[in-house]
């Protein structure tokens, strides 16, 4: 199958996601015909990455200075403190602002590096390599950067959208299938709040996409983005319409850290459970019909994950999670704003509730 080339385009900058097979071999050139030129290049590299991807990338890139800074993703070392230790090496060797960095690694990777090129000297070139399945479908394009605190989930960050996206789905193959589920929940999130025709898509192919077929695993990548793209197009800042990429995410991170970003439960399953709360909190307040909810249920029934929140968490959890969707950055008054979901395709944005009504949702779930 031949590479896939889309091309976003933002009030603050245009550039293309390449989606193909073995595409990081041919990084130079991508590089040369997109005009894309820098002296010097910090690569930050996810420790899980094989050293072979590192290598064919590195003798990819003409530069005069190329500098490797490995990252071990995980939720807790999402912080201040890793970008930190970004900026130190890019001031130890005096980067300018017309030189690059290169993430090349998941979703955690690419918020921690985009974050540190956007506020090193008020911002230096970005090119994202994203190397697991929900950072090709998510996180490497729409330019939302950001770190985590106490006090939550990427509450630090900024808009930084990249010069360059490379998605190479070889890339994939080395992925734990836990790793290949988590990216297919953000898939899953842009059907159901875009595309009918695709979330029917993924009830009759998910399991080819599941084992990474061409060109199922192409197409579904592109149909994600296409929809993503489209919406950060029309809201780049994430003033309106762009909030809709946040179904299921209120609960999602809400759960990560109420588990302290365990093990037990990575972001991409909270952002399932996530989707399935959202879609029962839709139905018993009578916005989402039982059976477009019952198809929602039986497609994450596939998947074949814990889907019960008594799996997770007790019912003394119950006032952390509260506190934490309380303090969610989408929530302007005292109540939490959650984005519902009107039918498979369309969901509803804004919708504001008493702390009391979720908790009483949450107390019936853990019951169950």
Same mark, same amino acid.
């Given at each position: 199958?031949?590479?896939?080339?889309?091309?976003?385009?933002?009030?603050?900058?245009? +550039?293309?996601?390449?989606?193909?097979? $073995?595409i %990081?071999?041919?990084?130079?050139?991508?590089?040369?015909?997109?005009?894309?030129?820098? #002296?010097? /290049?910090?690569?930050?590299?996810?420790?899980?990455?094989?050293?072979?991807?590192?290598?064919?990338?590195?003798? $990819?890139?003409?530069? $005069? =200075?190329?500098?490797?800074h490995?990252?071990?993703?995980?939720?807790?070392?999402?912080?201040?403190?890793?970008?930190? =230790?970004?900026?130190?090496?890019?001031?130890?060797? $005096? @980067?300018?602002?017309?030189?690059?960095?290169?993430?090349?690694?998941?979703? &955690?990777?690419?918020?921690?590096?985009a974050?540190?090129?956007?506020? +090193?000297?008020?911002?230096?070139? @970005? &090119?994202?390599?994203?190397?697991?399945?929900?950072?090709?479908?998510?996180?490497?394009?729409?330019?939302?950067?950001?770190?985590?605190?106490? +006090?939550?989930?990427?509450?630090?960050?900024?808009?930084?959208?990249?010069?360059?996206?490379? /998605?190479?789905?070889?890339?994939?193959?080395?992925l734990?299938?836990?790793?290949?589920?988590? !990216?297919?929940?953000?898939i899953?999130k842009?059907?159901?709040?875009?595309?009918?025709?695709?979330?029917?898509?993924?009830?009759?192919?998910?399991l080819? &996409?599941?084992? =990474?077929?061409?060109?199922?695993?192409?197409?579904?990548?592109?149909?994600?983005?296409?929809?993503?793209?489209?919406?950060?197009?029309?809201?780049?800042?994430?003033?309106?319409l762009?909030? %809709?990429?946040?179904? !299921?995410?209120?609960?999602?991170?809400?759960? #990560?850290?109420?588990?302290?970003?365990?093990?037990k439960?990575?972001?991409?399953?909270?952002?399932?459970?996530? =989707?399935?709360?959202?879609? *029962? @909190?839709?139905? #018993?307040?009578?916005?989402?019909?039982?059976?477009?909810?019952?198809?929602?249920?039986?497609?994450? /029934?596939?998947?074949?994950?814990?889907?019960?929140?008594? +799996?997770?968490?007790?019912?003394?959890? &119950?006032?952390?999670?509260?506190?934490?969707?309380?303090?969610?950055?989408?929530?302007? /008054?005292? *109540?939490?704003?959650?984005?519902?979901?009107?039918?498979?395709?369309?969901?509803?944005?804004?919708?504001?509730?008493?702390?009391?009504?979720?908790?009483? @949702?949450?107390?019936?779930?853990?019951?169950?």
């Amino acid at each position: 199958m031949k590479k896939i080339i889309l091309n976003v385009k933002t009030k603050s900058k245009t +550039y293309p996601i390449i989606i193909g097979k $073995n595409i %990081i071999t041919q990084t130079s050139n991508i590089l040369k015909s997109n005009k894309i030129n820098f #002296e010097k /290049s910090l690569i930050v590299v996810d420790t899980k990455v094989p050293k072979k991807q590192l290598n064919i990338l590195k003798k $990819n890139i003409k530069a $005069n =200075l190329k500098i490797v800074h490995y990252f071990n993703s995980s939720e807790k070392n999402k912080n201040l403190k890793s970008v930190n =230790l970004i900026l130190d090496k890019l001031f130890k060797f $005096n @980067f300018n602002r017309n030189d690059c960095i290169i993430c090349l690694g998941g979703g &955690i990777v690419s918020d921690v590096s985009a974050f540190s090129a956007s506020i +090193y000297k008020r911002g230096l070139k @970005f &090119i994202n390599i994203p190397t697991t399945l929900l950072a090709q479908v998510d996180s490497s394009l729409g330019g939302k950067s950001g770190v985590n605190n106490k +006090y939550g989930k990427n509450l630090i960050g900024s808009f930084m959208q990249p010069d360059l996206v490379i /998605s190479d789905v070889n890339m994939l193959s080395s992925l734990p299938k836990r790793e290949i589920i988590c !990216g297919y929940g953000e898939i899953l999130k842009h059907s159901i709040i875009s595309d009918r025709k695709i979330f029917n898509y993924l009830n009759k192919n998910y399991l080819r &996409i599941l084992k =990474l077929k061409s060109p199922f695993i192409e197409k579904t990548i592109a149909d994600s983005c296409k929809i993503k793209r489209s919406i950060v197009q029309k809201d780049e800042k994430e003033k309106n319409l762009r909030k %809709i990429l946040n179904l !299921g995410h209120t609960f999602a991170h809400a759960y #990560e850290a109420t588990l302290s970003y365990s093990k037990k439960l990575n972001h991409g399953e909270a952002v399932i459970l996530g =989707l399935l709360s959202s879609a *029962k @909190f839709s139905m #018993e307040n009578n916005i989402l019909n039982k059976k477009d909810y019952k198809q929602i249920f039986n497609h994450i /029934s596939l998947l074949k994950l814990p889907m019960n929140l008594n +799996y997770y968490f007790k019912k003394k959890d &119950i006032n952390s999670i509260i506190k934490y969707m309380l303090s969610d950055k989408k929530n302007n /008054s005292s *109540k939490i704003n959650l984005i519902l979901i009107k039918k498979i395709g369309k969901v509803i944005l804004d919708l504001k509730f008493d702390h009391s009504k979720i908790k009483k @949702f949450l107390v019936k779930e853990l019951v169950n």
